[in-house]
């Protein structure tokens, strides 16, 4: 993206950041090119003078940096600074060279076949990416768009808004916030319909569709005109063909419930059999690179296909036919759906952004209760739905809130989580809705005396879910709903988590309504799962603080090789 001239009324510094040029302008303010002190070039975008007053846009700005922060960089502008309560709020990213997709498709015309699936694959990662952070971003177009060596970013997330929650807050065609031509039908209904992630996958088929043949699917001679195209007709998608035609004619679908996840499009397009596809991934390691680190972030990790070179991409519930004998889930498009594979089933998550929300005192354990070793058989191993060995950011992310006091970083090859001044605190993990039966393994280590390790699972926000807590002398098995923390069942243990010791490998063998503990392969007991109003299906790790060791100060333990298996066959 090429700068203009600075304009007399621009500034030109903004706290230690000179500005040199101009990137571009849109509703909020302007987008300027500067050099930082050390003379790297990082983009300034800057509210504009007019409305740093108003306390809705300086609201608006503080909610855009939160949300710029929380999306991974491999597929976006990485958020470098920010000072959202300056006199002239500002955020600051590095700096992408290339041009728009606009200016490319306008300037040279329509993409080659391999140069377009290699965009198409590359705005599905963003987007997966942006979903997974419980992100909507309602601007997609190929303005937005930057084709950035290696791999497409998406940028621009001055209208973003949180996935739970959202709505259209639309009006008329005439003033709308977004851009009409790759606007989902469902953004010009009602201002109390919510807006849900498919309004991108909308935006996706838009996009894709430009690029493919340099117009809109429902171009038409004025907004109005264009609205009325999206509403009532079908897309105009001559000049695309093969299996990339049909997706994008899935994700232009009229009915939200009708379009793939922006995660199924990138599934189905990096595991597509089609030659384009292939030869896109194949000669661009940084978008097969980030395409993968898309897909890890929600916990499934692409596979071979089977099929000949020239075979169809099997049908998928809810992107093929419809699941007739469950209609709610034909409507639900955002629910899970089983994803057709070579060697076993995973389950692709619904993304809602993680957080740790503030706790009262947590509850005291009950009395320790005798041991019972289950007589039962431990069934086979089910299939991996997620694995990571925790020593570096992938399925879970490093994070440190503003106060500093309370963190999840990696460190010595473990993630390690701490806390000072507060009782518990969660670290942001994979998105994955995973089954309500399942096995989970994951090394543990407590750094401090006051520190119990801490494992979620059925999680789900804002009900909570149930809680495995790994201190020195006992496990404890409960639950964790709102600011309480109960205790359902008390395992001790004959010899101590030694503090600062070797890693401890914990087993949690979910199974209706009984989890079945582990150490180091040992089986300690089992434990019922008493909380029946808990109805999520999310793991989390993270630290409690240990009541019973009355040491001051910070808390802190690690986490090392997590692997969380679905059911078994059997």
């Known amino acids: 993206m090429r700068p203009e001239p600075l304009r007399p009324t621009d500034p030109v510094r903004l706290g230690s950041y000179e500005l040199v040029g101009r990137l571009g302008e849109g509703g909020m303010g302007t987008v300027y090119l500067a050099t930082t002190p050390a003379g790297t070039q990082v983009a300034v975008k800057v509210v504009r003078a007019d ?109 973003a808004r949180d996935i739970d929650g959202a709505h259209t807050a639309n009006t008329s065609p005439e003033f709308m916030m977004g851009t009409v031509a790759y606007m989902a039908p469902e953004r010009f209904g009602d201002d109390d319909v919510p807006l849900t992630a498919a309004a991108d996958v909308f935006a996706w088929g838009g996009v894709v569709t430009y690029a493919g043949t340099g117009r809109t699917p429902f171009g038409g001679e004025s907004a109005p005109a264009t609205a009325g195209r999206i509403l009532t007709r079908e897309p105009d998608l001559s000049g695309l063909s093969g299996p990339l035609r049909e997706l994008v004619a899935r994700a232009l679908a009229k009915d939200p419930a009708d379009r793939p996840s922006a995660r199924e499009l990138l599934d189905l397009l990096v595991s597509s059999p089609s030659r384009p596809t292939v030869s896109a991934l194949e000669g661009q390691p940084d978008l097969r690179a980030a395409a993968n680190q898309a897909q890890s972030v929600t916990g499934l990790m692409p596979q071979p296909p089977a099929a000949e070179p020239n075979a169809l991409v099997p049908a998928v519930p809810g992107l093929g036919e419809p699941i007739a004998d469950d209609p709610v889930r034909m409507r639900r498009w955002f629910l899970p759906v089983a994803i057709a594979m070579l060697v076993f089933a995973v389950i692709a998550g619904a993304m809602l952004v993680v957080f740790s929300p503030r706790t009262g005192p947590v509850a005291g354990a009950d009395e320790p209760s005798p041991v019972v070793v289950s007589s039962s058989p431990t069934p086979p191993p089910g299939p991996v739905l997620i694995a990571d060995d925790l020593d570096n950011q992938r399925l879970w992310l490093a994070k440190t809130e503003p106060d500093g006091k309370s963190s999840c970083a990696f460190a010595g090859g473990e993630l390690r989580v701490r806390i000072a001044d507060t009782s518990l605190y969660k670290c942001r993990g994979p998105q994955d809705t995973l089954p309500d039966d399942m096995t989970i393994d994951v090394g543990v280590r407590l750094l401090t005396p006051n520190a119990c390790a801490a494992v979620w699972f059925h999680f789900k926000v804002p009900s909570g879910g149930h809680l495995v807590r790994v201190c020195q002398n006992n496990i404890y098995v409960g639950a964790h709903q709102s600011t309480a923390v109960t205790v359902s069942r008390t395992l001790p243990l004959d010899q101590p988590v030694a503090v600062g010791g070797p890693v401890t490998r914990i087993g949690l063998r979910v199974s209706g309504d009984t989890v079945t503990v582990t150490r180091d392969g040992v089986e300690l007991g089992d434990a019922p799962l008493s909380a029946a109003d808990i109805k999520g299906n999310r793991v989390l790790l993270g630290i409690i603080l240990d009541r019973d060791v009355p040491e001051a100060g910070a808390a802190q333990v690690g986490f090392d090789q997590i692997e969380v298996r679905g059911p078994s066959a059997r």
Do not use: M, W
């Open 51 to 159: 409305l740093a007053p108003d306390d809705e846009f300086r609201r608006r700005f503080r909610s855009e940096v939160a949300r710029a922060r929380q999306v991974p960089p491999f597929c976006t502008a990485e958020v470098i600074d920010a000072d959202p309560d300056a006199e002239h709020p500002y955020l600051v990213v590095e700096y992408v060279e290339g041009p728009t997709l606009q200016q490319v498709v306008d300037g040279k015309g329509p993409l080659t076949a391999a140069n377009l699936h290699s965009v198409a694959i590359g705005v599905a990662t963003a987007l997966t990416a942006i979903h997974g952070a419980g992100i909507i971003h309602r601007d997609l177009k190929p303005r937005n768009v930057l084709l950035a060596p290696g791999t497409p970013k998406v940028i621009d997330f001055g209208i």
